[in-house]
């Protein structure tokens, strides 16, 4: 079963950049859907950015499109949230996650399938 161990998280001043990672192991990363999720206390867990299963395209949510981008390298079986324009809203738990496969509709970033969890890493972006 595949695990999924983020990183990277911290307190950022508003404007500046942070860089999440999350490490897989017991397969191979490049066989699923992957995703980023963030959580706030008392409200539904967002998706803001995914790579696609199928043809390995990249998405975003509409809030963080232009800001955040996401990456990957099979080499290290290690997906990348680079994060940068931080703004206080996007304060968060993030977790990494994936599924059989990962799409964007109408702004939303969603996994399909059975979804594995990483731990979640929290940021934080002070005004």
């Known amino acids: 079963e595949v695990q999924l161990v983020e990183s990277g998280g911290g307190l950022v001043q508003a404007g500046g950049s942070l860089r999440l990672s999350c490490a897989a192991s017991?397969?191979?990363?490049?066989?699923?859907?992957i995703a980023w999720f963030r959580q706030v206390p008392g409200k539904e867990r967002e998706g803001v950015s995914c790579?696609?299963?199928?043809?390995?395209?990249?998405h975003y949510s509409n809030s963080v499109k232009g800001r955040f981008t996401m990456s990957s390298d099979n080499a290290k079986n290690t997906v990348y949230l680079q994060m940068n324009s931080l703004k206080p809203e996007d304060t968060a738990v993030y977790y990494c996650?994936?599924?059989?496969?990962?799409?964007?509709?109408?702004?939303?970033?969603?996994?399909?399938?059975?979804?594995?969890w990483g731990q979640g890493t929290q940021v934080t972006v002070s005004s």
């Open positions: 017991g397969a191979t990363l490049d066989d699923y859907g």
């Open positions: 790579i696609s299963s199928d043809d390995g395209s990249t």
């Open positions: 996650a994936v599924g059989s496969d990962a799409a964007e509709a109408m702004g939303v970033v969603y996994l399909l399938g059975d979804i594995h």
